[in-house]
Each structure stands twice: as C-alpha cells, then as structure tokens.
C-alpha cells in the first residue's frame, strides 16, 4: 500500500514538473505565429494571439505588440492604454530581469509618441452608489477607473451614468489632443423635486481642469536625450576602462612605450566622451523630468499620482541613470 502511494506521488509530482515548461512552449509557439502575422500586415488575425500568448506568459514583449496592432488598427485610445501598461509591467520587470530593459524602453518611447494622438478624460463621481455605471461614447468604463484618466479620441466626448437611486447623468466633454479634462459629478436623488436649479446638460456644465499637454510631451523628448546621453556614458567609459586595463596589464604598473601612444590617446579621447555624455545627458535628463512634472498631473488633485524617478543602475561593467516613471 505504501509503495502504491509511493507511486502515485511521484507522477503526480512529474506531471506538475512538466506542465510549467508545457505551458511556456505553447506561449512561445502563440507568440512566434502571432508575429509572422504581425510582419506579413495581418494585424487583425495576429491580436487575437497576441492576446494569448500575454494571458498565458504575462510577457511585456506580447503585450507591446497588442499595443501595436491596435495602433495599425487604428484604435488609438486602446493602443494608448496598451503601451501605458505595456511600460508599467516592462519597468517592474526589468528590476530583475534585464532582458525586458530594451522593452521598457521601446515601449517608453512609443508611448510618448501616442500622448499627441490622445486626448484624456478623468470622470470623478461623489460617493458612487453600488450598481453606478458609467458609459464613455458607449463604452462602458470599470469602476476601478473612475477618478482616473482614460485616453479617449481627441473632440466631443459623451458621458452617461446611471446608478440606483439617482437620476440620470448625461453630459459632453470637449476634449483636446494632447491634454487632459475632468468632468466631476455629484448624482441627485431620483424623484428630489423641482431640478430647475439642476445644471443644464452640455459641456459648460464640466469642471475641466488642463492636467498637461506639449510641456509635458516636451519633457518626454527631453528626458528620453538624456537617457540616451547617459547611455552613451555607460559604453565609452566602459571602453576607456578596459583599454586602460588592458595597457596597465600589458605595461605592468609603468609607463607604456612610445609605440603604445596610440592606444592611449584612444582610452583618453573615450573616458573625455564618456564625462561630456554624462554631464549633458544628466542635465538634459534632470530638465526632462522638471518639464514633465510641472506640466501638469496626470490626475487633479493629486499631483503625486504622477511620479517621476532618476535611479542608477549599476553593473559589473556599465554604470548610469535610468528614468522610471507612472502617469
């Protein structure tokens, strides 16, 4: 009897082993298909496998090309919101995995490009009722979204809610592209009465509030040379380093001959580039992350909901400063 348990532990043990390495396989096969799809233009057949191929890996590298197909779709709004995330999973990644470095980034730069091609809307209610629903030009929006911004397609917006209760809530948000509105909402008890004090449906009923647009865009830009800058610090001081490690071991501790000159000069001219790349993309970068945090806060009221954060990043071999950032 024991044995039979014995047994029977065992497989169910392999069984579980295998199923992890099954389930990858799969994922990998989904993304491959899924980008021989993407690279012939058939970008509607290639979401759908996108689309799995995230649920089952959880990947930012799937999830980017959603984004990416929902943009040749012309689904704007959507890829926005594809990419903003596709940057959040990539950043938390990437602390310790540094193959998805190159997606955060990729996805950090095509995001920014997206920011002119939108406008956002933030619908703030007071004290939602269990049961309110919230319709964005028809589209119903999660509740979890509520008081938070939504790209939607630059012009008029309609807004509907409907909650237990209250009355019904109809309203017009123009909204423009590249920046932010607000439209926040106090629903009245349904059967309160006289409404003639209540507020006329139509856009001039909003509380819009300008959260940011081509200052904060410009930040983005700025930001992005400065990164940029201090990368190119990070290779050429990593080459004048192992140049002058190489002469001090060739040359053992003295000076290196006549003939040596040469690569000298060499290690002098790159660890030169290396400090003027750290100092003009350090500033550049600093002045990028001014220019985006005094542009405006992605949500009103709460201007540390966008967070900007210069953190260094140090290897064996490179060194420098990366930006990390939510909006």
Known sequence: MRRMWFFVLCALMCALSWSGPAIAADSATTFAEAVELFTAKKHQEA????????????????????????????????????????VEE????????????????????ELALLERRVGK???????????????????????????????VEPGM????VRAPGKESVDREVEVPAGQT?????????????????????????T???DTGGGLRIAGFVVAGLGLAGVGVFAVTASMAKSEFDELDEECGGVTCPVSEQGRV???????????ISLIAGSALLVGGVAMVIFGGPSEPGDSASARLTVAPIVGPSTGGLTLVGRF
């Open 90 to 109: 990539a950043t938390a990644k990437a602390e310790t995995q540094e193959k998805y470095v190159p997606t955060r980034d990729s996805a950090a730069a």
């Open 265 to 275: 000069d060499d290690g002098r001219t790159l660890a030169t580039v290396a400090n």
């Open 207 to 209: 509380d819009e509030a």
């Open 181 to 205: 509105r607000s439209l926040a909402l106090t629903l009245q008890d349904a059967g309160g009465g006289d409404d003639s004090d209540a507020p006329p449906v139509g856009p001039d009923t």
């Open 47 to 86: 979401l759908p496998l996108f689309r799995q191929a995230h649920e089952a890996s959880g990947s930012p590298n799937a999830r980017i090309y959603i984004a990416r197909c929902l943009l040749e779709l012309g689904k704007v709004p959507e890829a926005y919101e594809e990419m903003k995330a596709t």
């Open 121 to 151: 809307l933030i619908v703030a209610i007071t004290e939602p009722p269990a049961g309110t629903v919230v319709q964005v030009n028809g589209s119903e929006l999660d509740v979890a979204r509520f008081g938070l911004p939504m790209a």
């Open 157 to 160: 917006v309609t807004v509907s």
